[in-house]
Structures are given as C-alpha cells and as structure tokens.
C-alpha cells in the first residue's frame, strides 16, 4: 500500500530514448534522434521531440523525453534520484497500468554520497526509467545537501510546471527528517503558486516561460526519513 491516489484515465502513447552510451559518434546520435522524431511525428505528436530543455541541466546518461501535448497527468517531484522509486514507485507503475502519462523531476543529482558518482546515479537512473516505463523524467540541477528555496529555484521550477503541465503533482511530504525534502515540499508549493502568475516580464519580476497554468491537485508522499506517524488522507492499494 502506497498513501496517495489520483483521478481520471486517459490512454497515452510515449517513446523512450536512453543515451546509455556517453561514447557513440555525434553522426549516430544524430541520425537515432532523427529516426525517433520521425517516429514521433508519425504517431501523431504535434510537439517535437525534446533532447533537453531550457533550464534544465541533464546528468551524464540522463533520459530525455518528449512532453505529451497535453501535458502529464502525474508528476512526481522527488529531491534526489531513487526518491520517486523508494516512495511511490508503486504508484507509478499503477498509474502507467491503468493508461495515465507519469514523468518524475528530480531537483538536484543526489550526489556527493560515501559511496556513488554522479555517472552511476544517472546510470541507475535511466534503468529504473526503462524498467517503469516512465512518460518523462527530467533533473533541475539544483545543489545537493544544500537545496533552498531560493526566488531563482522557484521560477526554475514554476518554468517545468508550465512547460509539462502537470494534472496531478507529487511532492514531499513537509516534515522530514532530511532537510532537502523540507525544503523541497516548500519550493513545490511556491513554485505551483507562481506559475499560474501573469504579467511576470514586468520590471522588477523574476519572467517565466509558456503560457499560466496551475496544477488542480497536489498530493504529498512519505518517504523513508520519515520521523512522524501521520494520518494518510487515501491510500493506493498497489497489490495487483
């Protein structure tokens, strides 16, 4: 059992693309990301394929997807790489199962750590993407062990919300024992906030891109440096 839920089912069709190897020709990577653009287009996508996106800062290895035009019905928000799967992993695969976009946004790169490198945390990362076959997934590249909820962090942030247009929005629950996931559930609820603003080129106002948007739902998960025994509001039974 997972302590989350959501509404509403729409079938969605997505493409993978791993760049699993740092090494292959600049000709091949090109000639692959064309293949799979015209792949895209022939399904239908109005939207070409993104191999990056502005504000973000992709790991070595990282995944890189394409947003459904209608944006993603789920997006987890996790502070590091592994947060999404330890704490609504399940979730994500019942959510896919039952026909719903998912994409995951990490904050920062989870690293430095005793033991990993950030080549191994973007190598684990896009096999447990593969394995969840997630819609999207992204990283804001934002500083480990010293995340805050900076203006500039918010509008980074408000700038993702708005450019895959979550239904449905993931965050952190707000008391943690690990600092970044306090300070991470804070900077989500700002940065929803912000990016339903207007008028935000105007002198003096940090500008955003894209069109407003606000999510309509915002669910909170526990993860494991959890110091408290709250009430869950739902709970996802995953079982099946």
Known sequence: MERVSFFGSRPFLFVRWFFRN??????G??????????????????????FGVAGFEFLPGFVVMSVPNEGLDVLVVAPH???????V???????????????????TDGEPTP?????????ETAAATEVLGL?????????????????????????????????????????????????ASELIDAARFWC???RTDEEGQLPLKGERFWP???????????????KPAFVLDISS
């Open 135 to 183: 819609s999207w997934r992204g990283n804001l590249g934002l500083p480990n062990r010293q995340l805050q909820h900076t203006l500039e962090a918010r509008q980074k942030l408000a700038n993702v919300f708005r450019e895959v247009r979550p239904k449905t929005i993931l965050a952190p629950f707000w008391e943690d024992a690990h600092p970044d996931h306090v300070v």
């Open 22 to 27: 740092q090494t292959q020709s600049r000709e």
């Open 115 to 123: 033991h990993g490198t950030r080549e191994k945390r973007a190598d």
């Open 29 to 50: 990577v090109e000639v692959r990301k064309e293949l799979l653009r015209e792949s895209l287009r022939l399904r239908g996508f109005a939207s070409d394929l993104a």
């Open 81 to 87: 790489p592994d947060d999404a799967e330890i704490s």
């Open 89 to 107: 992993g399940g979730t994500i695969i019942t959510s896919l199962q039952q026909g719903l976009s998912v994409g995951v946004l990490e904050l």
């Open 196 to 198: 339903k603003l207007g």
């Open 216 to 230: 309509p739902r915002i669910f909170y998960y526990w993860s494991i440096h959890l110091r408290i025994h709250p």
